[in-house]
């Protein structure tokens, strides 16, 4: 295994050798940064950027929260919202209208408030 190991080391090395040889006397070779730098500037904005988006949206409209709203919860369930306190981070929710059943829930469990006519379209789709 030592012998493998030197054959394929002893060339690598050697290649080193040659390379730095060529690299300016001084001077940085910034020509192996360069595609490292590139995959982080696409990471960044193929990746992070629009999440950070999309998190700052889901923020507003959780700050934007009112009595009324038709909200739809990280589970799916859908209800209205009956009290919103400024200060904490509760919120209720009804979710039936005939028995009145009211859930109290954080607002980060609330994914979306729902426009009226997005539940009338889901609801024909039955």
């Known amino acids: 295994m030592d012998s493998w190991l030197n054959s394929f080391l002893m060339p690598l090395l050697a290649q080193a050798a040659k390379g730095n040889a060529q690299a300016p006397p001084g001077g940085f070779d910034f ?14 904005f193929m990746i992070m950027r629009p999440e950070r988006k999309k998190s700052a949206g889901l923020q507003e409209m959780l700050k934007a929260l009112k009595k009324n709203d038709r909200v739809v919860t990280i589970g799916g369930i859908y209800g209205t919202v009956v009290n919103v306190q400024e200060n904490s981070d509760i919120v209720t929710v009804r979710v039936d209208e005939n028995t009145n059943a009211k859930l109290r829930i954080r607002r ?16 024909d789709g039955k």
């Open 31 to 44: 020509t192996f940064f360069l595609p490292m730098i590139l995959i982080g500037v696409l990471f960044y």
């Open 108 to 123: 980060s469990a609330i994914s979306s408030v729902v426009k009226d006519d997005e539940v009338v379209e889901k609801d």
